[in-house]
């Protein structure tokens, strides 16, 4: 029985994992907006405005969703994100954490 469980539970795991996957493919699609101040490659040529390339996925999604929430603030940030859904954020996320 425990072993049954364990399998049911380690496939629903994988399964889970697998359908909320973000798409790095999706996220490059909608970093065209975010080009203009971070680079097409997520490296910024300006110092004031952050590279974004290289970045920790859950690091870059906390923020997106941190200027979106209000919790952090910067004009230009927050109206970008004020835009983005929950799967945007994700796919950003992973397509500059993969650079």
Known sequence: MKSSLFVLLTALLFASSSVLA???AAGKAKSVICAACHGPSGV???PIWPNLAGQKEQYLAKQLKDFRAGTRKDP???A???ALSDADIANLAAYFSSK
């Open 76 to 78: 230009l940030m927050s």
């Open 22 to 24: 973000a798409d790095a």
């Open 80 to 82: 970008q994100a004020a």
């Open 44 to 46: 910024s040529v300006n």
